[in-house]
């Protein structure tokens, strides 16, 4: 690549130094203080994300008024969609602040403001960044793992042949960001349904040769309150996951699954 | 776990937010799908026989009352009426009331095609449920009774759609209900692990879509055959089928 297509024609440079993007974000000191808006205004670069919007505003933590304040609380860690950490309301739509690009949020409208908000059904532990323990409590209650601690050594694996494999690789892609929760309507205080992440983390292990031991018990455990019954297949998950993982699909399969073993625990237990 | 998450609070304290799965706990699990599946049979089995007993309007209110005669023929039929009909349906309407309740729908920030139906699914419910209540009411415990009165159902259903409020409320009700019945057909599928592939869930979709739509236009077709094609139907179509229902005993007290 030369240096000559680095090159920004002179017009379109005084164009772009002057533009600024305008940012709402919500922010709320701690998980019980008063929510407040806060608005600022970021010199405008090509390709930007919302992390380095943040970033931006950790470097100069100034608000539109010329009020100083404090860098803003996210997660974050990877900044490339892998980690699932920086999830967030943007716009009002659960995503991920790593791969919404800005220039794709303002469209043809460069004076649009962004807003930032914590994702809606998470307590809020500062500002952006969100307490999503409950998706690690739903992965252990469905003992989301392949069991393989022992106090001798438990030799080589069963083989895993390459057609599993094949089907168990999309699920296994799930960055527990918790966006599928977050859009669910039926993820929420009343129901306090698992989401269609554990769901198919269950899927992904019962389909491991040797995750396949804790089968039934993964299935007993998605026929609890708040379990696999509790979806209303509105698909927003499928939507809404960054990493396309077939979630309806795996929501399906299980739902048959848990069935079937509830039927068989109904006659033999 | 990604989220830097604060340590666990004690377990004696509730946590913040939603609260994790209950493993293998409680007895909604039942409940939910006795309510899905109640859905299907006997309601749904059932929503098919009323739209195609009431399509015998179109062949007028002779055909239609010998209709309700042999319905009303039925051995253990008030047995029937309540095991398959009435229990069913009330468990189906008052649970999906309490799901209606505990969803928060969200459409107007993610409309998507999925979701829409999820919330066509709780209003097209919520307006059968309404409609079901005053149609059961007014057309079956109130006014003629028309399991000892066959002959007279065409007429009763003449007079009450002559109100043009109760044919729009009808008409309403009908679209809403076939629309709840064939959803609820597609989601009986997804959720029960029949149809878990994309395809043919979609595939799956049409299907219903053509059993709604026929349900559907077969019940707008059975009102404008009481209301349009047989004005001023007699008020018994079947008058010698009057006293051959009724017990001659009861009858005689009745009328001394």
Known sequence: MGTATLEVPVTQKTATSARRIKVEIRRQASPDAKATTETFEIPYRPNMNITSLLGEIALNPVDVSGRETTPVTYDSNCLEEICGSCAMLIDGKAMMACSALVDRLLGDKPDKTITLAPLSKFP?????????????????????????????????????????????????????????????????????????????????????????????????????????????????????????????????????????????????? | MAASAPPAPPSTTRRRGVQPLRAAEGHSYLWRRLHSLSGIVPIGAFLIEHILSNFETWNGPVAYGKQVLFLNSLPLVRIL???????????????????WLRGRSNVNVYPWAGNWGYYAQRITGLIAFAYIIQHVWRQRFTGVDLPHNPGMAFHK???????????????????????????????????????????????????????????????????????????????????????????PASTSLATS
Request: aromatic share 12%.
């Open chain 2, 81 to 99: 009426e309540w095991v398959f009909i009435f229990i069913p349906l009330a468990f189906h309407a008052g649970y999906g009331v309490y799901i």
């Open chain 1, 124 to 269: 809020v532990v500062r500002d952006l960044a969100v307490d999503r323990s409950v998706l690690f409590e739903n992965l252990k209650a469905v003992k989301a793992w392949v069991p393989i601690d022992g106090s001798y050594d438990l030799g080589a694996g069963p083989r895993q042949q390459p057609q599993i494999q094949e089907q168990r690789y999309p699920l296994s892609n799930c960055i527990s960001c918790t966006i599928c929760m977050e859009v669910c309507p039926q993820f929420n205080d009343a129901t306090g349904f698992v989401g269609a992440a554990t769901i198919a983390q269950a899927k992904l292990f019962n389909m491991d040769p040797a995750g396949s031991v804790l089968k039934e018990e993964r299935l007993r455990a998605l026929a609890g309150d708040g379990g696999i019954q509790e979806c209303g297949f509105a698909q927003n998950c499928v939507q809404a996951c960054p990493k396309q993982l077939p979630l309806t699909e795996a929501i399906s399969d299980m739902g048959r699954d848990v069935f079937v073993q509830q039927v068989k625990d109904f006659f033999t237990r």
């Open chain 2, 157 to 247: 259903v003449q007079v009450e759609l002559h109100n043009p409020w109760m044919l729009a409320i009808y008409v309403i009700a009908m679209i809403a209900t076939c629309w709840h019945f064939a959803y609820g057909i597609w989601l009986f599928a997804a959720k029960w692990g029949i149809t878990p592939g994309d395809r043919a869930r979609k595939r799956f979709g049409y299907i219903c879509a053509v059993v709604g739509t026929g349900l559907c236009i077969m019940g707008l077709a059975s009102i404008y055959a009481v209301v349009w094609k047989y004005p001023n139907a007699p008020v018994n179509a079947l008058p010698d089928q009057h006293s051959s229902l009724t017990l």
